[in-house]
């Protein structure tokens, strides 16, 4: 069977599928402005500063939209349909799209605190999605 | 500046494809078509052309060589819908600051015949860096506006009904337009009926794809005048935008630099929402339209979904939207073909579907940029 598309292998973004492997949400962190952001970029968008880390975060923010696709884009998420996708905002500011695990439909609303929780897809490569906090 | 160009700008010519599938043709040759008509509407000649401005079409080089055309000012700009009102602007600047006199803007898509999709490995949409998402299922255009739309619902208690009132409408519309693509009429349960494509959106929320190609000749007022159609002026156009953070959707519905644009808009035509005879709003999908009404002020920020379902949109109401039947129905021509109709509607010429008196028709876009152009006959100006 056709596999599901994997994280697109980008250096500037390996520390945080790194991370997501060990279980733990990292960021990369402005070291100007303190600002975070993800995926990663080499100048910050707020101060256009160009020196960063990557910080381990607590990986908790709260669902902001969600919607379910009933049309799979690829073979591999036929046999998902329908199927869920959340727009997270995360307490540092940064957004992501994602899954959440173990919510039925009918109880994701907006304003639903969330916190990360690591999916491993293959050896080499592991999802954030979500959990109700 | 801005402000004393009002109404000095026209459009002097339109043209339009046929829409729908045409693998006979690639999008040069659905411009070349297209172009041939809007040269033809305003009696003027290739040798005329002294300004392209080139949408979708791969090559402006290319556009140049088979058309046999050595314009004075040439650009290319990137096959997004945002682009058509883009465009438009920069050609009222080109031909304001003297660099050229008669501009084609030619825009051609064979995305119908091409294969193209709007999701899945090819998805482009946003700033390019959708790729990151696809492994949780998360693509297209589509799905950015369903979680607009879910937002908007909670936040405002918007039904998917209302929505099925928009497509309708602009069903409705395509039915008196023979050159539409989709013509019959449904129903709000037919609606209802139709499947979901990324939930809350349904098939008949998205817009259509298919190839056709528009072209548009704008000139000067005192130029248009000698031509062969009434020149339809534009009296006023705006643009901002939302790009920062725009891989995700805006929290205000791009709400903020709508309201930039409305109050620049109406005040370079010296006229307000009220006075607008039609409307043309892109529809890719059906909430855009619902966030477009609310941005620019004709109804209160979260109450679009009741404005939108007693008729206000339709032939009759109280401003007839996309009275062509819009991307939804009549062509996904991303935003040219809607101008068109607005020029037309200010022209008379739009038949079964005409408004009467369509003295000012609004064109305008709810997107990471936004654009908006009132155009208006010589009445207008009175």
């Known amino acids: 069977m056709e596999a599901k598309p994997l994280p697109p292998d980008d250096p500037a973004n390996r520390p945080f599928w790194e991370g997501a492997k060990r279980g733990i949400l990292v960021l990369q962190r402005c070291l100007d402005c303190g600002r975070h952001r993800f995926p990663a970029a080499r100048y910050c968008a707020q101060c256009r500063g160009e020196r960063s880390e990557w910080v381990e975060t607590r990986g908790v923010g709260a669902v902001e939209s969600w919607c379910s696709f009933h049309k799979a884009y690829w073979p591999a998420f036929e046999r998902d349909v329908p199927y869920d996708v959340v727009q997270v905002r995360l307490d540092e500011g940064v957004r992501v799209f994602s899954n959440l695990v ?32 | 500046m801005k402000q004393e160009l009002a109404g000095r700008i026209t459009v002097a010519g339109v043209g339009t494809t046929r829409y729908g599938k045409l693998p006979e043709y690639d999008a040069y040759d659905l411009g070349v078509w297209a172009l041939k008509a809007a040269l033809e509407d305003c009696g003027l000649s290739f040798d005329d052309v002294d300004g392209l401005i080139i949408n979708r079409i791969p090559d402006y080089q290319r556009f140049g060589e088979i058309t046999g055309i050595n314009p004075r000012y040439t650009t290319i700009t990137p096959g997004q819908g945002r682009f058509s009102g883009i465009c438009i602007q920069t050609a009222v600047a080109v031909i304001a600051a003297g660099m050229a006199d008669v501009i084609a ?28 998402w696809f492994p949780y299922g998360m693509t297209s255009p589509g799905a950015f506006h369903a979680l607009m739309m879910r937002r908007h619902m909670e936040q405002y208690g918007t039904t998917t009904e209302q929505l099925g009132a928009i497509a309708a409408a602009f069903r409705k519309h395509a039915s008196l ?133 007693d008729g206000k949109l339709e032939l009759g109401g109280a401003f007839p939207t996309n009275t062509s039947g819009g991307h939804l129905s009549e062509s996904y021509m991303q935003g040219w073909a809607l101008n068109v109709e607005a020029v037309r509607q200010v022209r008379g010429e739009c038949g079964a579907r005409q408004v009467a008196g369509a003295n000012l028709v609004q064109y305008m876009t709810a997107a990471p940029v936004i654009t908006s152009i009132i155009y208006g006959s010589e009445a207008a100006a009175a």
């Open chain 1, 102 to 133: 173990g919510v039925p439909r009918e109880r994701i609303r907006s304003g639903l605190r969330v916190r990360a929780h690591f999916e491993a897809v293959t050896p080499t490569a592991t999802l954030v999605k979500f959990v109700p906090l």
């Open chain 2, 177 to 309: 337009n023979p050159d539409a693509v989709m013509r019959t009429p449904f129903t709000l349960e037919e609606d209802r009926a139709a499947r979901y494509i990324c939930e809350p959106l349904r098939l008949l929320d998205y817009c259509l794809i298919n190839d056709g190609g528009v072209a548009m000749i704008l000139t000067s007022a005192e130029r248009a005048r000698h031509l062969r159609k009434p020149p339809v002026y534009l009296r006023g156009f705006a643009q901002a935008s939302a790009l920062a953070g725009s891989t995700f959707p805006p929290d205000d519905y791009w709400r903020a630099p709508m309201q930039r644009v409305a109050a620049e808009v109406y005040a370079m035509a010296g006229a307000g929402p009220a006075d607008m005879d039609a409307l043309m709003i892109y529809d890719n999908f059906t909430p855009t339209v619902l966030f477009s009404l609310e941005g620019f002020g004709f109804c209160p920020a979260g109450e679009s979904g009741p404005w939108v379902a």
């Open chain 2, 105 to 132: 803007l030619v825009y051609g898509n064979n995305g119908r015949s091409a294969g193209d999709h709007y999701g899945g490995a090819s998805d482009a949409y946003g700033s390019g860096g959708a790729g990151t």
